[in-house]
């Protein structure tokens, strides 16, 4: 199985910050690789695809790069409706795995 | 609009059954792939399976956690997708979302849609 590591596992920053997450995959998975939101009690909200492909819908501030094993997310400008937890997925391989997930909190 | 709504959640015994529903609208339920992904109470997101569609002869995925015990199923006339869990274990005790697979194709099978999950509790 490819095991997903993200890191940091928690992230502290403040409305304004430029902030990153990264997600390293144990093997390549070319750019097959999602980016998900989670608030507390609420299902994912899908945010990019493909590694650098944005949902519809999704504020420009999300960005995602990367390919074979290591991956970015980044919000350039982090709102207070981002303090959630963000989790990588990839789908090249099946079990499609998920990283542990990085808490984004306000600073 | 895309809905996916679960049921069939609730608390049962170690060793048993329970089987859980999601009923889907919004849009052409038969077209698509669907998931199941699951949540242990305060931890990450842990990918089920996958149930294909009729042009792929509905087969399965499952993660090696659940294959044997768990049974992905569907039925397209009623937009309905199913998890049977037999064998139940503590640590399956989760919160199950289905989700939409956005399109078949690979690369393109990512997960676009989710429903807000069920609590399944496993305990004696």
């Known amino acids: 199985d490819i095991q997903m590591t993200q890191s940091p596992s928690t992230l502290s920053a403040s409305v304004g910050d430029r902030v990153s997450i990264t997600c390293r995959a144990s093997?390549?998975?070319?750019?097959?690789l999602a980016w998900y939101q989670q608030k507390p009690g609420k299902a994912p909200k899908l945010l990019i695809y493909?590694?650098?492909s944005l949902e519809s819908g999704v504020p420009s501030r999300f960005s995602g790069s990367g390919s074979g094993t290591e991956f970015t997310l980044t919000i350039s400008s982090l709102q207070p409706d981002d303090f959630a937890t963000y989790y990588c997925?990839?789908?090249?391989?099946?079990?499609?795995?998920f990283g542990q997930g990085t808490k984004l909190e306000i600073k | 609009e895309v809905q996916l709504v679960e049921s069939g959640g609730g608390l049962v015994q170690p060793g048993g059954s329970l089987r859980l529903y999601c009923a889907a609208s919004?849009?052409?339920?038969?077209?698509?792939?669907m998931d199941w992904v699951r949540q242990a109470p305060g931890k990450g997101l842990e990918w089920v399976g996958r149930?294909?569609?009729?042009?792929?002869?509905?087969?399965?995925e499952y993660a090696a956690s659940v294959k044997g015990r768990f049974t992905i199923s569907r039925d397209d006339s009623k937009n309905s997708l199913y998890l049977q869990m037999s064998s139940l274990k503590t640590e399956d005790t989760a919160v199950y979302y289905c989700?939409?697979?956005?399109?078949?194709?690979?690369?393109?099978?990512?997960?676009?849609?989710w429903g807000q999950g069920t609590l399944v509790t496993v305990s004696s």
């Open positions: 997925q990839q789908y090249n391989s099946y079990p499609y795995t």
């Open positions: 149930t294909r569609n009729k042009a792929n002869r509905y087969t399965t």
């Open positions: 093997q390549s998975i070319s750019n097959w």
């Open positions: 493909k590694a650098s």
């Open positions: 989700a939409r697979v956005h399109q078949q194709y690979s690369g393109y099978d990512y997960l676009d849609y």
């Open positions: 919004g849009f052409t339920f038969s077209d698509h792939y």
